[in-house]
């Protein structure tokens, strides 16, 4: 950010804030506060692919109700609201019960909602989602709901109480059940690999000395959308020389030289869905040092690919491609996680990581392969494909070339 923002002055005024307010301390988590890596979900017209297996979907949602207890649940996460409903809008929630299911949104979106929410009751709001929210709940005479607690605010909660008395609201999760993707989902996100892939080739062209890392990310969107992405998957990641050492060094003004390695870490979408893949090449000749750390990365990044396979826990594959690189002499320079789920968001369940709770891979689920290199003051190597989860041997969606590139 601007080094000649006021922060002192920012953090003067949080602080008299925490003393008018009487509390012993403030978090803050607007996007306004905390600059979020993920760029925000698209917003589209278009059609969900028809081929969903929407009632699939809400088969299992039905299921995890009745296991859940509850007489109905409310989804606000967007999502969730797209998985289900297949509504690619945003500002709606869906309330959904035994015998109802209902899209709640405004008037911008009501038209679009209709025509890609053909399972769904279509409620119109005009004096606020959480309002109408409330009008529903109480028609509905549900006693006992299901919220998305890592979704609602405390002040959405803290209204909702208010307003009802006598309803009780559970903490669920609904992200697991996107885990396994159908058929259609997979082409949706092979399709996606298929432009990031293509997007890379033609990068290739145009990275040289003076080209700023900027320039370098512009030119990777543009060629993803002009290839038919909908949009970048998120903030596209350009990270040359000494800035290589930052994992999500989003570009800036700096000039690539000359010895320098190159990281890219980027994603389309295609029918709502992700990809994520990076590469990492070199511009001219570069050090035996460098060269090294690459070596130790893409030998770690194909350890990960045969060690990926339904029925492997998350943890144990993580822990292993993580002794791998420290038997290289880099594992302490390998500073987040193996890899994560990809979907209609970029980062899903499930997580490979040393804090993972999926026990046992199954076979549809689509998740990163991502080591990486972080050395502060020298640079840094990762190397990323977009992994479909097979029984034995899993297929890397993401199929450009992985031999160290030299520009």
């Not at 062209?205 to 970048?232: D, Q, W």
């Amino acid at each position: 950010m601007n080094t000649d923002f006021d922060f002192s002055g920012l953090i003067a005024r949080l602080y008299k804030k925490i003393s008018a307010e009487e509390v012993d301390a403030a978090s803050t988590t607007k996007d306004a506060d905390i600059i979020p890596f993920s760029g925000a979900r698209s917003v589209s017209a278009a059609s969900m692919n028809p081929n969903f297996d929407f009632n699939g979907r809400l088969a299992r949602l039905n299921d995890k109700i009745s296991a859940e207890e509850v007489d109905a649940v409310l989804i606000t996460k967007d999502a969730n609201v797209t998985y289900f409903s297949g509504f690619l809008g945003d500002s709606a929630a869906l309330f959904v019960g035994d015998n109802f299911r209902k899209l709640v949104t405004d008037g911008r979106y009501t038209e679009q909602a209709k025509r890609q929410s053909k399972n769904f009751q279509i409620v119109e709001h005009t004096d606020g989602l959480y309002k109408k929210i409330v009008e529903e709940i109480k028609s509905s005479g549900a006693k006992k709901i299901g919220v998305e607690a890592t979704v609602m605010t405390v002040a959405q909660h803290d209204y909702l109480a208010r307003e009802i008395v006598g309803v009780e609201f559970k903490s669920l999760e609904f992200d697991t059940l996107r885990q396994v993707k159908d058929a259609s989902e997979i082409e949706m996100i092979r399709k996606a690999c298929e432009i990031a892939d293509n997007a890379f080739t033609k990068i290739l062209e145009v990275i040289k000395p003076g080209v700023r890392e900027i320039e370098v990310a512009a030119e990777l969107e543009y060629f993803m959308r002009k290839l038919g992405s909908e949009r970048a998957a998120f903030d596209t990641i350009v990270a040359s020389g000494i800035r290589g050492s930052l994992p999500h060094g989003i570009a800036t003004e700096k000039k690539i030289c000359a010895g320098e390695l190159v990281t890219m870490d980027f994603g389309a979408t295609f029918g709502g869905y992700c990809s994520d893949m990076t590469r990492t090449v070199a511009v001219g000749k570069i050090s035996l040092e460098q060269k090294k750390i690459y070596d130790a990365v893409y030998d770690a990044q194909l350890y990960g690919l045969e060690l990926i396979s339904a029925g492997k826990s998350c943890k144990e594959i993580d822990t292993a491609v993580r002794d791998r690189l420290r038997d290289a002499d880099y594992g302490e320079f390998f500073v987040h996680s193996l890899g994560h789920g990809v979907g209609l968001e970029i980062h899903e369940e499930p997580r490979l990581s040393s804090l993972s709770t999926c026990e046992h891979l199954l076979p549809n689920m689509i998740v990163t392969d991502e080591p990486g290199v972080y050395i502060k003051n020298f640079g840094g190597v990762r190397i990323e494909d977009t992994v479909l989860v097979k029984d034995g041997v899993s297929e890397a969606l993401t199929c450009s070339p992985k031999t160290l590139i030299e520009l």
